[in-house]
């Protein structure tokens, strides 16, 4: 079993930045990727950025040059480096944990295998 654990919501105005971090326990000897989606009132669970072992990156367009995701491995945390934040990122951010792929990632939320309990992110105008 793997246990994630998320930190580092809350409220920021408009232009303002928060970082996301995400610590994993448990399974962390294996190699897995992580991902970061986001779900806002009423709509779907979206892909925000996900990172491979390798450490090869993705961002959804709306977040490109705003967003980064970064992981230490030797502390088995994630993070998500969120600048320039926008009314429309407010959401519940869950990061997810991936150990069916070696080196690669996946932005299909149904192929990861473990998930935090969300933390809110709330963007004022």
């Known amino acids: 079993q793997v246990q994630l654990v998320e930190s580092g919501g809350g409220l920021v105005q408009a232009g303002g930045s928060l970082r996301l971090s995400c610590a994993a326990s448990g399974r962390t000897f294996s190699r897995y990727a992580m991902g970061w989606f986001r779900q806002a009132p009423g709509q779907e669970l979206d892909i925000v950025a996900a990172?491979?072992?390798?450490?090869?990156?993705y961002y959804i367009d709306s977040v490109k040059g705003r967003f980064t995701i970064s992981r230490d491995k030797a502390k088995n945390t994630v993070y998500l480096q969120m600048n320039s934040l926008k009314p429309e990122d407010a959401a519940v951010y869950f990061c997810?944990?991936?150990?069916?792929?070696?080196?690669?990632?996946?932005?299909?939320?149904?192929?990861?295998?473990?998930w935090g309990q969300g933390t809110q992110v709330t963007v004022s105008s």
């Open positions: 997810a944990a991936d150990f069916r792929r070696g080196s690669g990632y996946s932005t299909d939320s149904t192929e990861y295998d473990y």
């Open positions: 990172i491979g072992w390798s450490e090869r990156t």
